[in-house]
């Protein structure tokens, strides 16, 4: 058996991986593959639309918000974001590698103001308490540090438009909607295979792009054409839209929230407990769903043993990021409580053999 702690593309529901195999042999039935169909079929417009809705409902997204997908992974949207919103300035919090990229973008198009930033820390804290500038264009943060393990656990109140990138957390947890202008990330973290990005968008977002951009940049082609406006990466779409259907079936976000809290919070324990470990991120800053973690400094030899002595019990990913080294779990929705379980015995073990 085989717990896949993979950071991303990660693990899907296997129930979900089953129905897209079945889609790509034979659609809804109708003899033909899910990949061989127009996306202007009826039959594939009920799959965007129903997409769209489950992502509303599970996310709560108010009404006067709009929703689309598109392809070019977050990293695109790293510079779709300035080229729209970007006219002279922009406050960035700098929380690692992926925020890094988007203020590099951004500085092709205007003015960047690094706000905070957890640089000299390695990036293991939030920054907290800084002043957010009401002369900037926008507020730029990522909620989950793929790679830090570092995770913002709260809706933060700003004077200005907050754009906010949730590729690695997006409905793990409840997030109010309301407080943020724009959200986006790409769907390979918890939702779907790779190759499609969700863009949530504030309406009064769609009037604020500042200068004359291509068309496949402007939020507001994508949403006039139900995210059609050229080919839509149709079998992402398909499985981000039968994950959704899994996640509403066994209870949606709240259900959801309640199962990444008992993981993390068993993990967390173990590895507070445990002599040999100790996590890198501060405490009150710690990712439900990436946990990092490194070996004690006396016990520092010991780390490529531990590694291969949980490949041998069916752990796979958990290598650390090279930036913070040691082990990284990433304990996405579709991750059982099971696999933590395994986890967090296998630790146990290797203690015994070793502290
Ligand atoms: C993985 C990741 C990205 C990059 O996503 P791509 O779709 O590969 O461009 C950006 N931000 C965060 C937080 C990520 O985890």
């Known amino acids: 058996m085989k717990h896949n702690f993979n950071a991303g593309p990660s693990i899907l529901p296997q129930e979900v991986l089953e129905k897209a195999a079945q889609a790509i042999l034979d659609f809804n039935g109708s003899g033909l593959s899910l990949l ?38 977050a990293s695109t949207q790293f510079f779709h974001v300035p080229y729209n919103f970007l006219g002279t300035k922009a406050a960035y919090v700098n929380t690692g590698v992926w925020t890094k990229k988007a203020i590099k973008e951004a500085k092709l198009f205007g003015e960047v103001e690094v706000i905070a930033s957890g640089e000299e820390s390695n990036f293991s804290a939030i920054p907290k308490g800084y002043t957010i500038p009401t002369d900037c264009d926008y507020l730029y943060t990522c909620m989950n540090n793929t790679i830090y393990g570092t995770e913002s656990h709260t809706d933060i109140d700003s004077p200005i438009p907050h754009i906010c990138d949730m590729s690695s957390d997006i409905l793990s947890h409840p997030v109010d909607v309301s407080k943020y202008a724009v959200i986006y990330g790409g769907a390979q973290k918890n939702l779907a295979p790779a190759g499609v990005t969700f863009v949530i968008i504030r309406d009064d977002m769609l009037e604020k792009v500042v200068r004359n951009v291509p068309s496949m940049v402007n939020p507001k082609n994508h949403i006039e054409n139900n995210s059609m406006f050229n080919t839509p990466p149709v079998f992402p779409i398909y499985v981000l839209m039968e994950t959704l259907r899994w996640m509403k079936g066994l209870g949606g976000m709240k259900e959801m929230y309640r199962r990444n809290c008992e993981k993390a919070e068993l993990l967390y324990a173990e590895i507070d407990r445990n002599k040999l470990f100790r996590g890198t991120a501060a405490v009150e800053d710690r990712s439900r769903m990436n946990i990092c973690w490194v070996m004690e400094p006396e016990y520092e030899a010991l780390a490529g043993e531990f590694m291969e002595f949980a490949k041998s019990k069916g752990m796979v990913g958990i290598k650390g990021h090279r930036l913070v080294g040691g082990f990284r779990a990433s304990c996405y929705n579709a991750l059982s409580l099971e696999s933590v379980k395994a986890l967090v015995e296998c630790m146990q073990e290797f203690e015994k053999l070793h502290a």
Do not use: W
Not at 58 to 65: A, C, G, M, T
């Open 36 to 73: 061989s169909i127009s996306h202007r079929t009826k039959e594939f417009e009920a799959v965007m639309d129903e997409a769209k809705a489950l992502f509303r409902e599970l996310l709560e997204i108010p009404d006067n918000y709009q929703i689309y997908f598109v392809g070019g992974g």
